[in-house]
């Protein structure tokens, strides 16, 4: 099934994994388009700031000499005002208007342009009302314009209101190409959020605002950009980057399979050594129970030809020399043979053992594990392991040692096998003060009652291709590594108890 499959074999597994890269991907490519939108949007927002501070400073200078030269007229030469005046708007074309207006008397208005008496009044009040700051108050008959209002001279002595009127959109006239652009929008406005300029007709989604950093003119320099789709994913540079990324994923997928492949390699070739290590091991020892069952039965037809060897001799005693020579001679010559026989399978079968050193047990039933997990899920059977997480050292062969767990956790699945998919082995190893404990249960059948009193005896089975010889050599194994194995009582299925005494007690006994 394919949710059985590992990943890298898993098609919708993958397809939906290069998915989610990609939208990550893009997802990453929006963020950092947007970063950098911004980051522009307040880099250019930061010139434009500073050069709209440098021209407004300009409008003091412009105000502070005028009203020198209209003091220092004392209502008289208003035409060297009207210059001066005249020249400022000619170099400065937003100061399209200058007014000198009397305070006290209805003395001459003097100005670049006729004044209307509502705003005469107002410039007055102004100049009147000020504490030595200028007033920016907005035209009232020009759109997108402030005027400044100064009194002259600048104190309590003060006869005239100076006016100057700016043009706050050409105040912005030094903006480059960047605010050309569609989406972006520029304006200035009064403290108190009274808008000089338009301030774009689309909707802002992120945007800039801060004053003047002139004294006299706080003027709030306000810019916004409209983020669209196509700002956050450039066609060309959205095509590279997911490119790339795809490549990266399919070159990453290709790396990942041959590292897959070869790990799987490895293990099947560790997998395939050591069961050719249990196989060769368990050959070994099944023709040695063989050999013993064969010496058993070799026993009576050996004790025959005895039997009539000494018959024949006392026969011979008698005389009948003739007779009974050639019959003896073949008896003793068939009773070597069957001896010579007998020998050479006990001495093939006795196992040759190296010297028994310490290892650890979990490793044995972890290689068991490994390759009996295949036969349990085609037999639908479930393996439970319960291990320790500490060493668990045992003085053993320790070849010998997986052949019992081979053993005994093979029958279990196969007993377990026919309980269908609800199939359940448990192997359990456990450790007291002085004994190893390992446990096999399955839920299977059980064993038939009067099997149990011979279950360890060589060819005793119940599986029409059985041998007979596993639980019996098992029993020898175990046996020789100084412990024992039995089967426990239960209501249920069959558990397989292997009591193996600790690494310590046994180098004592041994000793």
Known sequence: MTGNRPTLENPFRLIVGGVLLLLCAAGILAMAERQSLIAELEQESIVLHRLASQQADQHDAHMTALSAIAVAANGARHDLFLDVAATISRFYPRIDEVQLVPLFDQGEIIGTERLDPALAATIRAAAMASDGRIALLPHPGKPHHYIMVKRSPNSEAARYGLMLGIDAERLLDEA??????????????????????????????IHFSQPLGSASQPLVLQTGMEVRLADLFPPVKTVLV??????????????????????????????????????????????????????????????????????????????????????????????????????????????????????????????????????????????????????????????????????????????????????????????????????VTDNGPGVPEELRPRLFTPFTTTRPDGTGLGLALSQRLVERAGGEIALVDRDAGATFRVVLPRKQDLMEVKR
């Open 176 to 205: 480059g190409s960047f605010w050309q652009r569609p989406g972006i929008a520029l304006g200035l406005s009064l403290p108190g959020s009274q808008k000089l300029t338009a301030y774009g007709g689309a909707p802002q989604t």
């Open 242 to 439: 997911l490119l790339a990324v795809a490549l990266a994923y399919v070159a990453a997928l290709i790396m990942l399979r041959q590292r897959a492949r070869t790990r799987r390699a490895l293990e099947q070739v560790r997998l395939s050594a050591l069961d050719s290590r249990l196989a060769h091991a368990s050959r070994v020892n099944a023709l040695g129970e063989m050999a013993s069952g064969l010496a058993h039965e070799l026993t009576q037809p050996l004790t025959a030809i005895l039997a009539q060897a000494q018959a024949g001799r006392r026969l011979l005693i008698l005389g009948d020399t003739a007779a009974l020579a050639p019959t003896l001679d073949d008896t003793v010559t068939q009773a070597r043979r069957a001896s010579a026989m007998l020998e050479r399978f006990r001495n093939w079968s006795r196992p040759q053992h190296d010297p028994v050193s310490a290892f650890d047990l979990r490793e044995a039933v972890a290689n068991v594990r490994t390759l009996l997990e295949p036969q349990a899920m085609q037999h639908g059977v479930q393996l439970i392991f319960d291990v320790p997480e500490t060493s668990v050292a045992v003085a053993a062969d320790s070849v010998e040692m997986e052949q019992v767990v081979f053993n005994l956790v093979r029958n279990a699945i196969e007993a377990a096998g026919y309980a269908g998919s609800g199939g359940r082995v448990t192997i359990q190893l456990r450790r007291d003060v002085s004994h190893i404990l390992l446990e």
